[in-house]
């Protein structure tokens, strides 16, 4: 029956394979689980937003499963959805500019004190934009652009893609650290506890996955998790010249915020009460909110079409230059963001962390029913996971694994033809750079038509990319830039 549903032999898997790519999708992605709640509650940053942190794990989880399983069975892609980030601190952005609104109108008598909520008016502008999303992939505008970019410029967001995972990867495991003058440098402590539990991590997998070891990846995250509670346990009982030295103190694994070490395994789910059905449409709906709901249409439209096009490509499920049933998976993530801002989270979108299964060899829908399930236990089994998730170094191996092997889309691009290669050079170099994908996509997608025109190939270009790269300037200079 699952042979038959999901197509497995047709596209050379099994129920094993897709079990194993779903946990390591799972798996690389459930940091969300536990950042979410953080970001949106405020506590990240040391601030209230009114928001409840347990509501939003509830929420969170609940969305991520859904929006996941209608990408299973409904498009059959290996595809796992949850909260975005990026899309949730600029959340934060908007119960600002809701928390504004709101003291100007009660200031001038045109609001009740306590009629409403920052972010109450911030879940609003989250549901409108979600119903949007489902209003644009029902009329198939999604499905029409996602046909309309090129070969080359599908495999530019690939490759892209694959530097921005290897890219987090580094910055989680902090070897790539922030620095004022060249705005990223070389952790230079390679003797940290930190950064070896990411080489060991790194290391272990990628010898596993080089014999061709079946689930290398989730291997090398249980194994970089052993290492670490192994020296989180045994390093206090340690002589002092080795437990108290610089080195050791100075690690994330030791300090408070580090590795946080399970003391039980399960737990009760928080209820969804405080948050859920409490979005204010109306005040979504002022002209303040207004280009805050454009903007996550935005982000989410490109994101999607971003990890979609990526991880499609990585599994070769490109047919005939398009993307099968590509409006059943942008489905997905409208349906999803509408339901989670409905229960009490931002906006919800396709993972680029879903490569991750794909290497493991997750190509149906399967793979994603895998994923919505997990997220559905985790509510359940949340120490165990936050156990995980706690600490990035430990998942940091398996995003700089993934993103290597999807540079192997560079082949796929057209070089000899500049009017290609370069749209996309811009967009490989723009997705990580800029740390966004949607971002990255958008210089590709205005230089493509310029560059054709230059060169007399106008003709080349479907009309739907001159109206694209047309709203994306305006966007930018309109909207973005009064905002931001």
Known sequence: MLDRFFELSKRGTNVRTELLAGLTTFLTMAYIVFVQPGVLSGKMFGIETGLDFGAVTTATC????????????????????????GENFFFLSVIVAADTMIKSKVSDGTMQPGETTAWQIALGVVFISGVLFVLVSLLGVREVLLNAVSRSMRNGIAIGIGLFIAFIGLKNASLILPDDQLAVKLNTHFASLDLAVFFFGILFTAGLYARKVRGSIVWGILAATSLAVLMKVGLPYMPEEISKADIVVHSR??????????????????????????????????????????????????????????????????????????????????????????????????????????????RTGLTAVTVAVLFLLTLFFSPIIAMIGSYAPITAPALVVVGSLMMRNVTKIDWSDYTESMPSFLIIIGIPLTFSISD?????????????????????????????????????????????
């Not at 609940?62 to 980030?85: D, E, F, R, S």
């Open 253 to 362: 694994l030791m300090s408070d915020t580090g590795l946080q070490i399970a003391d039980r395994v399960v737990s009760t789910p928080p209820s969804m009460a405080p948050t859920f059905l409490k979005m204010d449409l109306i005040g979504a709906l002022s002209w303040t909110m207004c280009p805050f709901i454009l903007i996550f249409l935005f982000m989410d439209l490109f994101d999607t079409l971003g990890t979609l096009i990526g991880v499609s490509e990585q599994a070769n499920l490109i047919e005939d230059d398009k993307l099968p049933r590509a409006r059943q998976a942008m489905m997905s993530d409208a349906l999803g963001t509408a339901a989670g801002a409905a229960m009490g989270t931002s906006t919800v979108t396709s993972f680029i962390e879903s490569a991750s299964g794909v290497e493991q060899g997750g």
């Open 62 to 85: 609940v969305a991520a499963a859904l929006a996941t399983v209608i990408m299973g069975l409904y498009a059959n892609y290996p595809i796992g959805q949850a909260p975005g980030m």
């Open 440 to 484: 990255g996509l958008a210089l590709g997608f205005i230089a493509y038509p310029i560059i054709k025109i230059f060169a007399g190939r106008g003709g080349e270009v479907k009309w739907l990319m001159y109206v694209i790269a047309l709203i994306l300037v305006c966007y930018f200079l309109f909207v973005r830039m009064q905002v931001s």
